[in-house]
């Protein structure tokens, strides 16, 4: 207390400011570093969003930071009370932000990883990360993703990135490889069959294109 005491307004002004600025940072890093592991159109509404949330939690923690540090100061109880509630608001959504942004970047990441446990993949269908349905996408495209969670993506309206996604895993059953190939939409047709072309069931010769670009299942001999 006493060293408040000998802090003039422009140096409680500071505190305040590098204080504030070191919370709203840490959030707007997080949030922006997911940017990094997603290619996406959206990372660019994300950085904005991150900079102007951020910007505004910096400016109003360090205006309550500082009145907060006054009414210590010049023994104001119960501002000081009302003021420190605020304070911890504003430290209590950043600190959430931040657990949002640290579950989010674990779950992109796990969806990806083949090394994930199959549980932890069925755990993570649907999860929202800000980035459209990239998980979904991701699980749909890993390898260890179990054949009944690669079934219920099939079809699914709007996913056309997780169909599209289903088309060059191995391990997506030979029915809807064959449905996929169906596909009549112009618009993402070219991009499910190109997805078909680099699947190993295509290139070892287990599911083949007829001259439709349907694909068939290659006739064994008994």
Same mark, same amino acid.
């Given at each position: 207390?006493?060293?408040?005491?000998?802090?003039? %307004?422009? #140096?409680? =002004?500071?505190?305040?400011?590098?204080?504030?600025? @070191?919370?709203?940072?840490? %959030?707007?890093?997080?949030?922006?570093?997911?940017?990094?592991?997603?290619?996406?159109? #959206?990372?660019?509404?994300? $950085?904005?969003?991150?900079?102007?949330?951020?910007?505004?939690?910096?400016?109003?923690?360090? /205006?309550?930071?500082? %009145?907060?540090?006054?009414?210590?100061?010049?023994?104001?109880?119960?501002?000081?009370?009302?003021?420190?509630? $605020?304070? =911890?608001?504003?430290?209590?959504? @950043? =600190?959430?932000? $931040? @657990?949002?942004?640290?579950?989010?970047?674990?779950?992109?990441?796990?969806?990806?990883?083949? #090394?994930?446990?199959?549980?932890?993949?069925?755990?993570?269908?649907?999860? #929202?990360?800000?980035?459209?349905?990239?998980?979904?996408?991701?699980?749909?495209?890993?390898?260890?993703?179990? +054949?009944?969670?690669?079934?219920?993506?099939?079809?699914?309206?709007?996913?056309?990135?997780?169909?599209?996604?289903? @088309?060059?895993?191995? *391990?997506?059953?030979? *029915?809807?490889?064959?449905?996929?190939? %169906?596909?009549?939409?112009?618009?993402?047709?070219? *991009? +499910?069959?190109?997805?078909?072309?680099?699947?190993?069931?295509?290139?070892?010769?287990?599911?083949?294109?007829?001259?439709?670009?349907? /694909?068939?299942?290659?006739?064994? =001999?008994?």
């Amino acid at each position: 207390m006493e060293f408040l005491k000998k802090l003039n %307004k422009i #140096q409680i =002004a500071l505190i305040a400011i590098v204080f504030s600025f @070191a919370i709203a940072f840490t %959030k707007y890093k997080l949030e922006v570093n997911l940017t990094n592991i997603v290619v996406d159109a #959206q990372a660019g509404i994300v $950085v904005v969003f991150a900079f102007i949330t951020s910007t505004i939690l910096w400016v109003l923690l360090a /205006l309550s930071n500082y %009145k907060l540090i006054r009414a210590f100061i010049d023994g104001e109880r119960s501002k000081a009370i009302v003021l420190g509630i $605020v304070v =911890a608001v504003f430290t209590s959504l @950043a =600190a959430y932000s $931040v @657990a949002g942004s640290v579950e989010k970047r674990r779950a992109l990441l796990d969806s990806k990883d083949p #090394q994930t446990v199959p549980q932890r993949l069925r755990d993570l269908v649907g999860y #929202q990360s800000g980035f459209g349905y990239e998980v979904d996408n991701r699980i749909a495209s890993n390898p260890s993703t179990p +054949i009944d969670v690669l079934e219920s993506f099939y079809g699914i309206e709007g996913q056309i990135g997780t169909d599209i996604r289903l @088309a060059s895993n191995s *391990h997506t059953p030979n *029915h809807i490889l064959i449905g996929l190939s %169906k596909r009549s939409d112009k618009l993402w047709r070219e *991009h +499910i069959l190109e997805s078909l072309k680099r699947n190993p069931k295509v290139k070892g010769n287990e599911l083949y294109f007829d001259t439709d670009m349907v /694909l068939q299942e290659t006739k064994r =001999a008994d």
